[in-house]
């Protein structure tokens, strides 16, 4: 007969046993479990993610769009040889949607980032092999004016749709609208590629005083892109990153 002293024995030892065999199933408390992506953070602050294939080997961008202002597919072409050139990504793809025109004359971050809370269908999932990132082009000027493009999240960018179509034109004198939008769509991604040293540290002395562009005249990154400045001498090329900026890339991850 087991006395009441064994009886209390055995319990201690089955329970002792059970919470072992928790703690080494990988689903006890001192696991942590895999971070969930922030769609919210900085430009810049997944520049890795675009970059690298370690993790995330697709990019699918999310492309919501008002009323008349649908990009062009030679604007998306030109965005996808770039993202194709620099990124290492197995894959990449742009889904398209038409939204409800917002009938404003300017936009603020704050209106955009709305638009896109209402909008937006698909994030970035734990545990996901594939980034997703968001465009949204509006009918309108942004509220600080004449800027083409925003990068206001580490995977959300704005389009100014009215903007680009007032700098739109007839080549040679003007720029063409897929001009314009394939110079803009890879100037705000090269923003959330970490550039100017902005998430991905500069490798040499070429990044402009108090914002994140480069120093180096027709490139991709400088200034005068994000006003549409650029255009006001152009030669009828979609400007491309200089090598210093590929040299960023190339050490941070990317190609």
């Known amino acids: 007969m087991i006395s009441l002293r064994n009886k209390i024995l055995f319990a201690l030892l089955a329970l002792t046993f059970l919470a072992y065999a928790c703690s080494d199933s990988g689903t006890g408390p001192d696991i942590d479990p895999e971070p969930q992506f922030n769609s919210k953070a900085a430009p810049g602050d997944s520049a890795k993610s675009f970059l690298e294939s370690d993790q995330y080997t697709s990019l699918e961008i999310e492309i919501d769009y008002m009323e008349g202002y649908e990009p062009t597919q030679e604007g998306l072409n030109s965005l996808k040889t770039f993202l194709e050139e620099r990124l290492n990504k197995n894959s990449i793809s742009f889904t398209t949607t038409q939204i409800a025109a917002g009938g404003q004359s300017s936009y603020t971050t704050e209106d955009i980032s709305a638009i896109e809370e209402e909008q937006r269908d698909n994030y970035t999932e734990t545990g996901s092999s594939t980034l997703h990132a968001y465009f949204l082009i509006v009918d309108g000027e942004y509220s600080d004016s004449n800027v083409l493009g925003i990068a206001y999240w580490n995977t959300s960018m704005a389009f100014f749709g009215q903007t680009i179509e007032d700098i739109s034109g007839t080549p040679p004198t003007a720029p063409s609208r ?75 991850g990317g190609k």
């Open 178 to 252: 897929q001009q314009v939008e394939g110079t803009v769509f890879r100037h705000e991604v090269g923003h959330n590629m970490g550039l100017v040293g902005n998430g991905t540290p500069t490798q040499s002395d070429h990044k402009t005083s108090g914002s994140a562009h480069c120093t180096t005249d027709g490139c991709l990154m400088e200034p005068a892109v994000e006003t549409g400045n650029i255009f006001q001498n152009f030669n009828g090329e979609v400007p491309n990153l200089d090598q210093l900026c590929i040299e960023d890339l190339q050490a941070n």
